[in-house]
Every structure is written in structure tokens, then in C-alpha cells.
């Protein structure tokens, strides 16, 4: 999808602005700069942002090839604040410390599903390991596999009277860690932030009261090039931000239950950056109860972004549950029985 009128800003190695401006009809955006000792070897970031949606990427300049900013695996949306608050008290009470929690569902994380999470009271979330490092920075998320809400050296030591981080599940789709904080180079400046984790794999970070000049560094991290990050030095009452995958197919089917004789309507919706995404080739496939193959169909996309099957189910089939699968991902299932049973709820999948 071609992105027009995105504002695209270039910034230096200490965050300046160097250059801005806006893709055109065929997303483009072009710049000259100046040859510089300074710029010949420096790292510099490109942004893009158009309607709350971002995009970043670290380049070098002085090259002649066209820099693409893809959204990759996800992307961040700025949104009005949705502070949420609660969730019961952990007693999690320490300078740089981390903790194991266990998750109530399974999270997918740059396309690997973790079951636990470590929470650190300097407001990170890793996966690999505790990680209690309070030197926040840029470069220091970029090298690791890591969620951050708002890095940076806090305590939750007992400086201020309900200082420690909270979980509770807002809802049985989510996640909610939140964090009552003080920073530890002033005891006047404090805090509040939350990262909620989603069963789909998006995240959200909110923002609450916070006094004082800030260091925090905010964002998603894979470890391995992939990043969007942003250092900021006030965190009161901010916006959102909403981190989701690029690119969507949510799959469902027009009930959960089926007997011999009957057809299952299978239908999924692409989007790309929130938009549908019209011709595109989808395939269905359909494995049984043994997991064997079962049915295969490709549909096409249509101006709403959405393709539909139908599935046979022929006298004899077997009985149980029967998984359809999009692309690479596994998506949704349906069973056949001979009792009956409430639809589920639609599912929104994820293609990796
Ligand atoms: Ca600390």
C-alpha cells in the first residue's frame, strides 16, 4: 500500500530534526544534505507518520539507493490517552529489580509465543531473562528482545506510599502491568505507566499522572534491527500507543458447529495499516480431526478486503475439530458434531 502525505522527518544522532517533509502520490519522499564529516559516518533515523500510524528506521546517509521504511512486523499508533488504572498490588518493592510472572495466556512476540515474562521495576518487560538495568537508552533496546512502557531508573522501593506494579486483566483478552513508580535520581519525580498485553499479540502502552523531567525510552524492541522507539522526557497523561502487527487476516466461520451435509462459510478479512486490501490471494486450507489435509481452496479479496470459501462436509467425514489455516498461520477451527454448541466469537490471527 502506497502511503501519500506521510509527514517524514530525519533526525540526527542527538534526536535534532535535520530534514522534514511529505511522500507524495507514489509515497515518496526526497532530501539533499549536505556532505559532512559528521553525517558521512553518523547513524541518522528516518520517521514516518501519517494519521497516528508510525514508522521507523535507522539509516546511514550519503547513498544513493532509495531508503524504504517498511512497517515490517508491527506498527505504533498514537491515540488519545486511555489511562485505565487497578490491578491488584504484586509487593514487588525494589530498585532495579525483575520479576517471573506467569501469563494467562499465550503472547506472541515478534512471531515466538512466551508463557512468562520477566517485569522489572525499572518499567521493561523481557522475555529471555530478568533483565534490572536502569541505564535506559536507545541503543540499549534496540540490542534487546524487550517491551518497554517507559524505561528508565525508577524504584518502587517504598520513596512514595503505594510505589510497586500492578496486574490485574481488564478484560480476559488482556493483560494490564502497571506501574506506580519514583524515579531514582529525584524523589520528587514519580510516575505512573501501564504496558497491557493482548491475547492477539498487540500492546498498548498508557500513561498517567507524572511530576518532573523524565529520561524514560518507550517502545518495542526484537532484538535484532527491528524497532520502534522513542526517548521522551514527559510522560503526564500522554497519548497511547498502540503497537500492532502491519498486516491482518482475521479468519472466521459463519458458525462454530456443523453436521454431515452441511457447507462451513469460511471467511477472512485483510487489511494492511488498518486499510482493506482488495485482489489479494488468500488460501484456505482445512485439516481434519487426525490433522490431515482436508480441504484447500485459494479466494480473492474483495473491495472490503475479504475472501470466502465454502466447505463441504460430506456424509462419513469425522467427527471433532477441524482447524483452518490461512497462509502460514494457524487460524481458527470449527467442529463437527452431532451436538450443538454456541458460535464462538470471531478471532483475529496474525500472518508472520
Ligand atoms: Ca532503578
Redesign the pocket.
Known amino acids: 500500500m502506497i502511503v501519500a502525505g506521510a509527514s517524514v522527518k530525519l533526525y540526527d544522532e542527538s534526536n535534532a530534526t535535520i530534514w522534514s517533509g511529505l511522500t507524495d502520490a507514489y509515497g515518496r519522499a526526497r532530501f539533499n544534505l549536505t556532505y559532512t564529516d559528521y553525517n558521512y559516518t553518523a547513524t541518522s533515523r528516518l520517521e514516518a507518520i501519517k494519521g497516528g500510524y508510525f514508522a521507523t528506521k535507522n539509516v546511514r546517509l550519503l547513498s544513493n539507493t532509495p531508503i524504504i521504511i517498511t512497517p515490517a512486523m508491527y506498527v505504533m499508533r498514537i491515540l488519545p490517552n486511555e489511562w485505565i488504572d487497578g490491578g491488584a498490588p504484586m509487593g514487588w518493592h525494589a ?2 529489580q525483575s520479576w517471573l510472572y506467569t501469563l494467562p495466556f499465550p503472547f506472541t512476540y515478534f512471531g515466538a509465543t512466551y508463557t512468562q515474562i520477566y517485569i522489572s ?2 518499567g521493561l518487560i523481557t522475555f529471555a531473562g530478568p533483565d534490572s538495568s ?1 541505564g535506559s537508552s536507545r541503543s540499549g533496546l534496540e540490542a534487546r528482545l524487550a517491551i518497554a512502557p517507559a524505561w528508565d ?3 518502587t522501593h517504598g520513596v512514595h506510599a503505594g510505589d510497586d506494579i500492578y496486574i490485574g486483566q481488564p478484560s480476559p483478552n488482556c493483560l494490564m502491568i502497571r506501574w506506580q513508580v519514583t524515579a ?1 535520581y529525584d524523589y520528587n519525580t514519580v510516575a505512573n505507566f501501564e504496558a497491557i498485553l493482548y491475547a492477539d499479540g498487540s500492546i498498548r502502552f498508557n500513561y498517567g499522572y507524572s511530576s518532573g523531567l523524565v529520561s524514560a525510552t518507550i517502545g518495542i524492541s526484537d532484538g535484532e534491527g527491528f524497532s520502534i522507539i522513542e526517548d521522551l522526557d514527559n510522560l503526564c497523561f500522554i497519548g497511547s500507543r498502540l503497537f500492532t502487527y502491519a498486516t491482518y487476516l482475521r479468519v472466521w466461520t459463519d458458525k462454530s458447529l456443523y453436521t454431515w451435509g452441511e457447507a462451513v462459510n469460511i471467511s477472512a478479512a485483510f487489511t494492511y495499516l488498518g486499510e482493506p486490501v482488495e485482489n489479494a490471494t488468500v488460501l484456505f486450507q482445512v485439516t481434519d480431526p487426525s490433522n490431515a489435509a482436508y480441504f484447500a481452496f485459494a479466494g480473492t479479496t474483495d473491495t472490503e478486503g475479504v475472501a470466502s470459501v465454502q466447505c463441504p462436509i460430506y456424509q462419513g467425514d469425522a467427527f471433532g475439530n477441524y482447524t483452518v489455516h490461512t497462509s502460514a498461520a494457524s487460524t481458527n477451527s470449527f467442529a463437527l458434531s452431532s451436538r450443538n454448541r454456541r458460535c464462538k466469537p470471531r478471532r483475529k490471527v496474525n500472518i508472520v
Open positions: 530498585d532495579d521495576s525499572n536502569f531508573d525508577w524504584t531514582y
